[in-house]
């Protein structure tokens, strides 16, 4: 598991982290069922708190994303296919909201905003 944290980010460490794990268990590099680093070797590694690391580890179990068994450790969960495609769009809606929005606030119309992602999907063939 490779994990990068910047301690000057405006992002939360526990949230820098989960997103981190997040993407690699969407990406395939983390696999049902797989361990994770314990809580305690998480934050040694890191020079974090335990309760940070654990605070990424329960966002991600709130997620379904892992499962932790007490005395046992945290693993990646079993993965539905489409529900990690359904997380992935809700992800991407998300963005593209927050884009059009922004396009709002700039005072630009539907059809603009319109002609500038199919403009945008044009250059990305």
């Known amino acids: 598991m490779n994990i990068q944290i910047s301690h000057s980010s405006m992002i939360p460490i526990y949230e820098q ?19 994770l680093p314990s809580v305690r070797s998480l934050a ?17 179990e709130e997620e379904g994303l892992v499962c932790t068994i007490h005395g046992k450790g945290t693993y990646v969960s079993k993965i539905n296919p489409n529900l990690l495609q359904e997380e992935m769009q809700k992800q991407l809606e998300e963005s593209l909201l927050q884009a059009i929005q922004k396009a709002k606030l700039m005072k630009m119309s539907d059809e603009d905003i319109v002609d500038l992602v199919s403009l945008l999907l044009e250059e990305y063939k």
Not at 47 to 57: G, H, P, Q, V, W
């Open 44 to 60: 040694k590694d890191f020079r974090i708190s335990a309760l940070t690391a654990k605070k990424a580890y329960d966002l991600l």
């Open 17 to 35: 982290i989960a997103e981190q794990i997040r993407s690699q268990i969407r990406n395939g590099q983390l696999k049902s069922e797989e361990p």
